[in-house]
């Protein structure tokens, strides 16, 4: 059983793709394959305003670096998050922050 996710918060990513190269290098994936991939929506005209957002995604190679969390290192894409919008939590206290923030934009992936 998992112990651990990762919990995002959209609204603080900026697009810089430190998370996709930090993991690439880390699990030395081949070309085509990433861990974590950031996506992008927009740039769209909504009520006057230009709205573009960042959207990252992990992909079922991401394993929440356990090997690491095991030696109490954090994965690599959480230490170079330039938005600090990425964290790898247990999933009580993924569940605790859901429920201290109800209305933010956060997203929960478990391998
Ligand atoms: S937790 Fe590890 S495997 Fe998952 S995206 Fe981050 S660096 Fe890659
Ligand atoms: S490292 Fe953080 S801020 Fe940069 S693209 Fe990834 S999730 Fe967004």
Redesign the pocket.
């Known amino acids: 059983m998992n112990t651990h996710g990762m919990l995002?918060d959209y609204r603080?990513?900026?697009?810089?793709?430190?998370?996709?190269v930090s993991c690439l290098n880390e699990k030395e994936l081949p070309e085509g394959e990433w861990g974590?991939k950031?996506n992008e929506i927009g740039p769209v005209k909504i009520d006057g305003h230009w709205m573009w957002d960042?959207v990252?995604v992990p992909s079922d190679r991401c394993d929440c670096c356990i090997e690491r969390l095991e030696k109490g290192v954090k994965p690599p894409?959480e230490l170079?998050?330039?938005?600090k919008?990425?964290e790898v939590l247990s999933i009580e206290d993924i569940t605790k922050r859901l429920k201290e923030n109800p209305t933010s934009k956060l997203s929960v992936f478990i391998p």
């Open positions: 995002i603080y990513c900026t697009g810089c793709h430190a998370c996709e974590i950031v960042f990252p894409c170079h998050c330039l938005g919008c990425l």
